[in-house]
């Protein structure tokens, strides 16, 4: 009997034998065919059963938003040297889904290293459902990352990993590297917004704040379980960084004037003070000096009521350096001449009350040079009474009393000029020597300019070119215009009646002179007017000139308020002046004209 071979068998009947090739491969497309039917059914279910609930789902999983913030543009002074800058800074950003679990702990620590508001920074910290809470904005970069990576070392997991709750980005960070120097012109970058960015709340910083801040981007992405999904709908706007702001001011002009400014209101006694430097020919402010001033880095330790440029914002009367504007308009209308003369007696009997000079004298004989270097009130009566009706306040008006200036800062004042029935007889004897109008110091400078510009008004400049306010105010040198307000030769004759002024022999403040130079002043005390609307029995006193007399380079403007009893113009703001006009004559190399002063006669 013979064997069958199996082999052969199983070709015969077709069976096929566990393992072989062909068995695997119908096992392999079977397990294909049940996974792609599992991914089918999902598909199905995605796109046409709840589509809705599930894009909601990947929503709240994570689409993120991070803020990219623009530099701000720097505030330069006009030599290029930074007054405002902006360096690099972090924001220190939390992700709630983790600090949550130490939220009271973490915010302790954040509160004392950062400054943070405690309550504030642990609501961040539980913020739920959102992966992503700004806790500080413009920190240090040194300090954020020390700060996060003490963080990370201090809330370390069960597995001991560093705690990966709190993160930085990017933030540039505003500083104020003089301090104190400009800061009434400069402002500052202050209480944080809903955002945790710094806002602009006074000075330059304010009034441009859209020039300067230029427009944050973001950076928009999603993420799944805490991380950024790398296929994801991420997409980044870039920031547009602001523009630079460049003044007029010279940092080491401006740093020397507040110095002498606070000398000189400190040994007077006074509550405060104001110091202007101009460049007679072009109208630009090299420095705007106040005090008290402020620490721009560092502003909450000061009054708020500092934080302005009181240059601008405050009015004040300004005694008897407005003579020098009634003066040349009397010279200008062809009414008056320097060697005119004038019988002053000691007492002048107008409508509602007696005019009187500052010192006792019986009946004196001035010339108009005279009045002016002696500082007479009543003889700057006489004089103006020869002016028509409505002929001083137009030129008052021409020579930009009662009006902004218009430099680019916020809150600018116009003073005050009355007008109309406002305007009565004894007002104007008033106006003529200085009182019962009221001005900035800014305006009043820029008056005195006019003598100094031979007649022509500049339009005073505080930024370098051109610039537009947050107003939408063009403003800058190349936006100022000017207008004649007097001639060159009733300019010129003024000039040589304010030069007797310094003269020891002749005037009143012989402490203005500036050695080697010819220097044309008018000094000024005014009474002031207190918080009940009536004078208070305090003053205002004040220097105002240019140097060199014969071909003007600089006009400074010294004012003192409240100052001890018996202070004057020529005592106290009359040094100041000297100090100012001497250091700003030496810096820009200015040299003496060489010609010797006018001797004008003052009395006859």
């Known amino acids: 009997m013979s064997r069958t071979n199996p082999l052969r068998q199983n070709r015969t009947t077709g069976a096929v034998r566990r393992g072989s090739p062909q068995r695997r491969m119908q096992i392999g497309f079977l397990l294909i065919a049940m996974v792609l039917s599992v991914f089918a059914a999902r598909l199905v279910q995605l796109q046409g059963i709840d589509p809705q609930d599930y894009a909601q789902m990947a929503a709240a999983e994570g689409s993120q938003i991070v803020a990219l913030p623009a530099t701000r543009g720097e505030i330069l002074d006009r ?24 939220a009271p702990e973490l915010a302790t620590l954040l509160s004392d290293r950062l400054g943070v508001d405690y309550f504030e920074t642990l609501e961040r910290l539980r913020t739920k459902g959102s992966r992503f809470q700004y806790v500080a904005r413009q920190v240090p970069a040194s300090k954020a990352e020390k700060v996060v990576a003490d963080v990370a070392a201090k809330f370390k997991d069960d597995k001991g990993r560093p705690f990966a709750g709190l993160m930085t980005e990017r933030d540039p960070l505003r500083i104020y590297p003089n301090d104190e120097v400009a800061a009434n012109v400069l402002g500052f970058l202050g209480t944080p917004k809903n955002d945790g960015s710094a806002q602009a ?20 992405y999603q993420v799944g379980a805490g991380n950024q999904i790398p296929l994801g709908d991420n997409t980044v706007k870039p920031a547009v960084n602001g523009k630079d702001l460049r003044t007029t001011i010279d940092r080491d002009l401006q740093f020397y ?16 003070g104001i110091a202007i430097i101009m460049d007679s020919r072009t109208g630009q402010l090299l420095a705007l000096a106040d005090y008290p001033t402020y620490d721009a880095s560092d502003p909450y330790e000061y009054a708020e009521e500092l934080y302005k440029s009181s240059a601008l914002t405050d009015v004040y009367e300004p005694g008897s350096v407005e003579k020098v504007l009634t003066i040349s308009s009397l010279v200008d209308a062809g009414l008056a001449f320097k060697e005119q003369k004038f019988r002053v007696p000691g007492q002048l009997n107008r409508q509602d009350r007696p005019i009187g000079d500052y010192w006792e004298h019986g009946l004196i004989k001035l010339t108009l040079a005279g009045i002016i270097a002696k500082s007479s009130n009543i003889g700057t009566v006489l004089a103006a009474d020869q002016f028509k009706k409505g002929q001083l306040r137009s030129y008052l008006e021409q020579f930009g009393l009662g009006q902004q200036t218009g430099v680019g800062l916020g809150g600018e004042t116009k ?83 304010m030069e007797r002024v310094v003269d020891p022999d002749a005037g009143v403040a012989p402490r203005a002179a500036v050695p080697g130079y010819r220097v044309a002043g008018k000094t000024g005390t005014a009474q002031r007017v207190g918080d009940e609307g009536r004078y208070d029995g305090s003053t205002s006193v004040s220097f105002a000139g240019f140097a060199p007399a014969d071909d003007p380079r600089f006009t400074i403007y010294v004012v003192v308020h409240s100052p001890r009893k018996g202070s004057g113009g020529g005592s106290v703001a009359g040094p100041a002046f000297s100090k100012l006009m001497s250091y700003t004559l030496r810096r820009y190399g200015v040299p003496p004209t060489g010609a010797k002063p006018n001797q004008t006669p003052v009395e006859w």
């Open 79 to 102: 030599n290029g040297e930074a007054l405002a800058e902006t360096v690099d800074g972090r924001m220190i950003v939390a992700d709630p889904a983790v600090t949550a679990a130490v």
């Open 201 to 220: 709340l006074a000075g330059l910083e304010d009034s441009f704040d859209r020039y300067l801040s230029g427009k944050d981007g973001e950076a928009r």
């Open 257 to 272: 004037a507040q110095r002498v400014l606070q000398q000189t209101v400190v040994r007077a006694a006074a509550k405060s």
């Open 415 to 497: 003073g005050l000029l009355p007008k109309g029935a406002a305007w009565t007889s004894q007002v104007g004897d008033r106006i003529a020597f200085g009182q019962s109008l009221s001005v900035n110091a800014v305006q009043m400078v820029t008056a005195i300019n006019v003598i100094a510009n031979g007649g022509v008004r500049l339009d005073p400049s505080l930024i370098q070119g051109e610039a537009t306010t947050d107003e939408g105010a063009k403003v800058g040198s190349e936006a100022a215009g000017s207008r004649r307000v007097i001639s060159a030769e009733a300019a010129r004759e003024t000039m040589l009646m």
